[in-house]
């Protein structure tokens, strides 16, 4: 499996959000990516 890595850049200090993102367990991550997915078909008008 290909990772796709985004660079996230907080706009209030223009630090790297990245470093936060190392420091989550892998169960974190996932959960984050089930959410990132249900907003994306929420935003595009899918269903859940």
């Known amino acids: 499996m290909t ?6 850049v907080d706009p209030v200090t223009l630090e790297s ?9 892998d169960e974190e991550r996932v959960e984050d990516m089930k959410k990132f997915i249900q907003n994306l ?3 595009a008008g899918g269903a859940e």
């Not at 959000?17 to 367990?25: F, G, N, R």
Request: proline letters at 0%; zero cysteines; glycine letters at 0%.
């Open 3 to 8: 990772e796709i890595e985004f660079i996230e």
């Open 17 to 25: 959000k990245d470093v936060a993102a190392q420091l989550k367990s």
């Open 41 to 43: 078909f929420k935003n």
